[in-house]
């Protein structure tokens, strides 16, 4: 029972991080069919802001969460207004923008890599301590990475069902044609898309580093995780996503308990192969119909 337990724990504290990574992945590809390879130095760049409104400019932690929050959105609209937009309406947009954007994180990283080295950081974002639940310690770190990954992935899901510029971004990612007749402005729906994801990759880049530290390339693995949450749910689906980083969270961590932490990804890319050969649009996607 403390077992289970404790998986359940890492599990969900794995998977609400991964949901971040991933929701804000899904959401772009959903809309703009782009998929982004820059969004894991996104995660590299919230989380260094945070370290340093922290130790260096001496912010006080909640201001250096938003600080970081912030560096992310900045990181959208600059990605945006200076790539992205110009190359919406080329042909093959989907091919040319990953290798756009696989350009932009390699120099981002090496950026980061000049200006703070090699060396981890620790991420001073931390809270000390834990408590006891039915036997097993819970710590106090756990619980708030849940209840910042439920606010912000909650009030995302508000903001897409209840508002209109949710309608907008719905409307857009289901029919560009249809949204722009109906007077939906597109490109500013892109932009908000990106600045979106931008925000939701810094928070996931703060709680990742929160736990395994900083360094230019802890983008990278998150990323990966993201991709393959993705496949699972089905490209595009935003709430597929969500509902599919939890569930491969607790089984990360279930492997990890039974069989040891580092067959935690080849086992999830063991996964996403059995779910491509069952359902190639994933779990929660659709698959087209073309007639002729």
């Known amino acids: 029972m403390d077992a289970l337990l404790q998986i359940i724990i890492t599990g969900l504290t794995l998977g609400s991080m991964y949901a971040l990574a991933a929701v804000g992945l899904a959401l772009t590809y959903g809309t703009m069919g782009m998929f982004n390879m820059a969004h894991g130095v996104f995660m ?3 989380a260094y802001a945070a370290y340093s409104a922290s130790i260096t400019f001496d912010v006080p932690l909640p201001l250096a969460i938003l600080a970081g929050i912030g560096a992310g959105a900045i990181s959208g609209v600059l990605l945006h207004m200076l790539i992205v937009r110009f190359m919406l309406n080329t042909e093959d947009f989907q091919t040319t923008i990953m290798v756009a954007t696989a350009g932009v994180s390699i120099a981002l990283q090496d950026l980061i890599l000049k200006r703070y ?10 809270i000390e301590g834990s408590f006891r639940m039915f036997g097993t310690a819970v710590s106090y770190q756990s619980i708030v990475i849940l209840v910042i990954a439920a606010s912000l992935i909650g009030g995302l899901a508000w903001l897409l069902t209840y508002t209109k510029f949710g309608m907008a971004i719905r409307a857009t990612a289901m029919n560009q044609d249809a949204a722009k007749l109906m007077g939906v402005r597109t490109e500013r ?4 898309v990106i600045v979106i994801a931008g925000v939701l990759a810094a928070a996931a880049g703060i709680l990742i580093s929160s736990l395994a530290g900083l360094s230019p390339a802890m983008g990278s693995n998150p ?3 993201a991709f393959i949450i993705c496949v699972v749910a089905g490209l595009g689906s935003v709430t597929g996503a969500g509902v599919a980083a939890i569930a491969l969270g607790i089984f990360e961590a279930a492997i990890s308990y039974y069989v040891g932490a580092r067959y935690g990804l080849p086992v999830m890319l063991g996964l996403v192969v059995a779910v491509l050969i069952l359902r190639p649009a994933g779990l929660f996607g659709r698959q087209e119909v073309i007639r002729s």
């Open 44 to 46: 590299t760049i919230g």
């Open 189 to 192: 729906t892109y932009l908000q």
């Open 117 to 126: 080295g090699a060396y981890p950081f620790k991420q001073p974002a931390q």
């Open 223 to 225: 990323l990966i995780r």
